[in-house]
């Protein structure tokens, strides 16, 4: 298995444009989280879906920040509109059954100008 | 207050020394903690996770974990300068099915 594919790897985006983030998960896998991370405020948790379905949301910073698993292979995050602040590495990171370990993609690194 | 905090850092040891990383958590219903490796411009990868009271061994790594203070750490046994990297300790609530992860301690191992 190729693990977790996220894209793009940088975005490089104007302030108010529309970000659109992307993930496979492992195949197999029924839990997905999306987590943002920055200096500041380290790794954060954004949402999470198990069998697709989004389970808790409650780390989305704001009604800009929307995430979607229309598969289990495929989910996006996006951003609309995007603000400066929004400026962070993505990670998308899947695992199976609850409390086993979760692995990472490589990460989105999105600066918003 | 954060839910697991850790000590940025960075803790330096030279080559061969024992690194010793700390972490609390404020959640007692936390039942499970990891331990991610970081390096600089990379993805967070699993080394250690613990679930029970008391050490758990790996290789060169030690897992500790108190459910009674509420603290985990892990022991990095001869360290390399490869193991310089940050280490990110998560704790998991089996009740919210998600981690929750401290902001890293950076450690940096001399030649």
Same mark, same amino acid.
């Not at chain 1, 509109?81 to 929004?86: F, G, K, L, T, V």
């Not at chain 2, 959640?27 to 039942?31: C, F, H, I, K, L």
């Given at each position: 298995d190729a693990g977790v594919i996220q894209s793009p790897r940088h975005e490089v985006t104007e302030m108010g444009q529309e970000v659109t983030l992307r993930c496979k998960p492992i195949s197999g896998h029924d839990y997905l989280f999306w987590y943002r991370q920055t200096m500041m405020r380290g790794l954060e948790l954004l949402i999470y879906f198990n069998n697709n379905v989004p389970i808790d949301d409650s780390g989305m910073p704001e009604d800009r920040f929307s995430a979607k698993m229309p598969n289990a292979s495929f989910s996006t995050l996006k951003i609309q =509109?995007?603000? =400066?602040?929004?400026s962070a590495v993505y990670f998308c990171a899947s695992s199976f059954g609850t409390g086993q370990r979760a692995f990472f993609g490589q990460g989105t690194r999105l600066t918003v100008v | 207050q954060k839910e697991v905090e850790q000590n940025s850092g960075p803790l330096s040891v030279p080559e061969g020394a024992i690194a010793s990383l700390n972490c609390t958590y404020s959640?007692?219903?936390?039942?499970s903690f990891f331990w991610y490796r970081q390096y600089s411009g990379k993805s967070p990868e699993l080394i250690m996770f613990i679930y029970s009271n008391g050490d758990k061994e790996d290789g060169r790594f030690t897992a500790q974990l108190n459910k009674a203070s509420q603290y985990v750490s892990l022991l990095i046994r001869d360290s390399q300068p490869s193991d310089s990297a940050t280490y990110l300790c998560a704790g998991m609530n089996t009740g919210f099915q998600k981690l929750v992860f401290g902001t890293g301690t950076r450690l940096l191992v001399s030649p």
């Open positions: =509109p995007s603000e =400066p602040r929004d | 959640d007692r219903g936390s039942q």
